[in-house]
């Protein structure tokens, strides 16, 4: 079986996309099905071990995936991968900004050390990622940007450093559109909701607990799935939406819309979910529950 993607075969083909955070969740789940339409996917992360386990059942699956281990915080790092994504594909496509990552706390409680950390993850890295493939090759050549942010709308309570980091990706996403047009290159953003994925085994006993109430709280009442976000990335990237930069598309459930004066209905499951990624697996969350305190890393 391979991914069953809505998009036609070959759509990206001779195309070379890097994908940030291609070890594992949205990221791995992005990479196949841009490689299952044609593309050379360049897989970047800092654990190689991730990456190659991804790279193999790209391969096995009859993609094209190379693997750059590297730290989108660094800069160094970011440069050097670039260089050597240049070095041996001699081109650059696409770029999905997807690594990143948060902890649950208080605004109060928050260190100034760990606010740096989450923004230096979320907004400096992808800033950086964004800075050195225009400057290396898509300022001459084109291409297009796709930002991974988050469902940041109305504030996000306990989230607040990532909430202002990834708003700021966005901004800093609406800016390059405009600043970056006259080179053809198109920037824009996906906005995942509560999104069943390996992410979800990362969080800390409390965390998940709220996590496991996220469903009655929204409009769809269920989790999306790593497929449904690929769709999204994977439509901005492509020829169709060649008219749009400076956007952004929620996949989300309907979360931010579930305002105060919304009564949740009866419990229901009339949202279908799009199932395409074959290899694709629930969260230990979801399918064991919460067990113990994990590490923050």
């Not at 994908?19 to 594992?24: A, F, R």
């Not at 789940?29 to 044609?38: D, K, Q, V, W, Y």
């Not at 450093?161 to 990706?169: F, I, K, Q």
Request: charged share 20%; net charge neutral; proline share 4%.
């Amino acid at each position: 079986m391979k991914y069953q993607s809505v998009y036609r075969d070959g759509l990206f083909k001779n195309q070379v996309i890097i994908i940030t955070g291609g070890g594992s969740g949205i990221g791995r789940c992005t990479a196949h099905e841009l490689a299952s339409l044609g593309a050379t996917v360049a897989i970047m992360g800092r654990t190689r071990e991730k990456l190659e386990i991804v790279q193999q059942e790209i391969i096995a699956d009859g993609g094209l995936c190379a693997i750059y281990p590297g730290d989108i915080r660094n800069e160094e790092q970011v440069i050097a991968v670039i260089e050597a994504v240049l070095a041996d594909h001699k081109r650059i496509d696409g770029l999905v900004n997807n690594a990143g990552g948060q902890y649950r706390q208080p605004i109060s409680e928050i260190s100034s050390k760990g606010f740096e950390a989450v923004v230096r993850l979320n907004l400096f890295g992808g800033f950086m990622m964004m800075r050195e493939v225009y400057n290396r090759w898509m300022a001459k050549n084109g291409g297009s940007i796709v930002n991974i942010i988050a469902d940041i709308w109305n504030g996000w309570p306990n989230y607040a450093h990532s909430g202002a980091s990834r708003g700021g990706m966005l901004t800093l996403s609406e800016s390059a559109a405009s600043e970056w047009a006259p080179a053809g290159v198109r920037v824009n953003c996906v906005a995942p909701g509560g999104i069943a994925s390996s992410g979800f085994d990362t969080y800390e006993p409390a965390a998940q607990a709220e996590i496991l109430k996220f469903p009655q709280a929204i409009p769809l009442q269920r989790y999306g799935n790593v497929a449904e976000i690929s769709g999204a990335i994977t439509y901005l990237l492509s020829p169709v939406a060649a008219y749009i930069t400076g956007s952004c598309i929620r996949v989300d459930g309907g979360a931010p819309n579930a305002r105060l004066c919304w009564n949740p209905p009866t419990e229901h499951s009339n949202s279908q979910a799009y199932s395409g990624f074959h290899r694709d697996e629930a969260p230990k969350l979801l399918t064991e529950g919460i067990k113990a305190e994990s590490s923050r890393g």
